[in-house]
């Protein structure tokens, strides 16, 4: 199951159209991957969540959802009805929100489950300057609550940073950096809309690899996990991985970002953090 969470405020209307003009490609790289058990149309669902703002900063609407389908004609038909860019008011927009709504969807239980986040922009209640919500949205949970809530459900979420914008935010990068890595995701970045469908299929494929060792080495996790230091398993497996000549699918992108020790460590905080307050109240720098 792959969900597309897109922002569609006004600054976002070239990587909406990306998604529509390369989303054949994308159905059909994923669907021919070596992962797949099987090359059915069934087996790859696509679903929609689209955002914006809260009121008063968007009079539109907050979210709008699509669900999983598999018919790419229905797919089709869905990206059509999407909204076009527009709106959005201070900044920070409703990411959040639209996690929220991202674990309401029909997941299929027994399926690989990845969420790709677009934005440029960070969500309410991180430290961004300009937000009108500083400590974050009333009645919206805590994002970092809702990726904990992703990672029980075996939810995998990845976020295409849309730069240069994302990286003027305070804390935006870092942020997504330790909201991914909680469900084991990965940030990417793209500075251009027209390699948008490499990112979406690179981060599909590397997930569904790592699930495929995930299914493989089960039981050797299981056994080593609860008694080792997690470096010493990760060495132990790479080994294992070498001996038996498996290899795993990556994403590599060309790293743009400096990471200073000190956001190195922020990363961290954010990922480990028990809710925003926490984070912020602990977090080295304000970048």
Known sequence: DLLFILDLTGSQQPYIDSVKSSINTICAEILGSDHLNSAHPGDLRVAFIGFRDHY???????TRQWDFVSDIA??????????????????????????????????????????????????????SQGDYWPNGVPGVPDPLDLAREML?????????????????????????????????????????????????????????????????????????????????????????????GRTADQLIMENIYAMSDDRKENVEIWSSARNLADAKARLRVSL
């Not at 008063?56 to 907050?62: G, K, N, R």
């Not at 869905?78 to 996690?99: C, F, K």
Request: aromatic share 6%; net charge neutral; with cysteine.
């Open 74 to 127: 229905r797919i089709h038909a869905n990206l059509r009805s999407l909204p076009g860019a527009d709106g959005g008011g201070d900044g920070p927009e409703a990411s959040t929100a639209a996690l929220a709504r991202a674990l309401t969807m029909g997941w299929r239980n027994d399926c690989n489950k990845v969420a790709v986040l677009v934005s440029d922009a960070p969500p309410h209640g991180i430290g």
């Open 152 to 244: 029980q459900k075996k939810i995998t979420l990845h976020f295409v940073a849309c730069e240069p914008s994302l990286s003027r935010f305070h804390n935006a990068l870092d942020f997504y950096r330790g909201l991914t890595r909680i469900t084991a995701g990965i940030v990417v970045p793209l500075l251009d809309a027209r390699v948008m469908s490499t990112c979406i299929i690179g981060s599909a494929l590397e997930s569904l690899a790592i699930q495929d060792l995930v299914n493989e080495y089960r039981e050797t996790l299981e056994e080593l996990v609860p008694s080792r230091e997690p470096s010493l398993v990760v060495k132990y497996l790479h080994a294992l991985m070498r001996v038996r």
């Open 56 to 62: 008063p900063q968007e009079d539109s609407f907050v």
